[in-house]
């Protein structure tokens, strides 16, 4: 079961990357009804891709350790058990870095905002929530519910070509 989540979650995080709708990558995101969008969607497509270029480098690190971790085994296995602590305290580490970026850029579009701070808040979760031993359904679930979040700020930042 556990495989199971993780493969569909990472099926979610492949089809968002290898979309090929026949959008222009170059073109300004949704403004998701904000006023400043509204009034000077340039402005809020600078900010996005000022936002994006940003945040690409924490989040292609934190893809990379996540990816590790996941590959140290099953939920449950010694070698994962071994790898926690340390896959903990960097996602604590991340999310503020994060977090840091997103307060620096103000004037973004809302949904990117939004998502992205679900997104953090949904690895704080699951960082500050797991324990060693095999997955429970709310960690499984919180992972699954980061990797939607994690949908928003990506398919934003690689409209704007400013993906990782």
């Given at each position: 079961?556990?495989?199971?989540?993780?493969?569909s979650a990472s099926a979610l995080v492949v089809a968002l990357t290898a979309r090929s709708?026949?959008?222009?990558?170059?073109?300004?995101?949704?403004?998701?009804?904000?006023?400043?969008?509204?009034?000077?969607?340039?402005?809020?497509?600078?900010?996005?891709?000022?936002?994006?270029?940003d945040i690409g480098p924490l989040m292609r690190e934190h893809?990379?350790?996540s990816r590790a971790w996941f590959s140290q085994g099953?939920?449950?296995?010694?070698?994962?058990?071994a790898g926690l602590p340390e896959f903990i305290d960097h996602t604590e580490r991340w999310v503020a870095s994060a977090e840091n970026v997103v307060?620096?850029?103000?004037?973004?579009?809302?949904?990117?905002?939004?998502?992205?701070?679900?997104?953090?808040?949904?690895?704080?979760?699951?960082?500050n929530n797991i324990v060693p031993?095999?997955?429970e359904d709310y960690d499984k679930a919180a992972w699954v519910d980061g990797m939607v979040a994690y949908g928003g700020p990506?398919?934003?930042?690689?409209?704007?070509?400013?993906?990782?």
């Open positions: 079961m556990a495989i199971a989540v993780v493969l709708g026949g959008e222009d990558p170059g073109a300004a995101a949704p403004s998701g009804g904000s006023t400043i969008a509204a009034t000077d969607p340039a402005a809020t497509e600078a900010a996005d891709r000022a936002f994006c270029t893809n990379k350790v099953e939920p449950g296995s010694d070698a994962r058990n307060e620096q850029h103000p004037g973004v579009q809302p949904r990117l905002k939004r998502t992205t701070q679900r997104y953090l808040d949904d690895m704080w979760l699951f960082v031993g095999p997955s990506q398919s934003i930042c690689d409209a704007l070509g400013a993906g990782w």
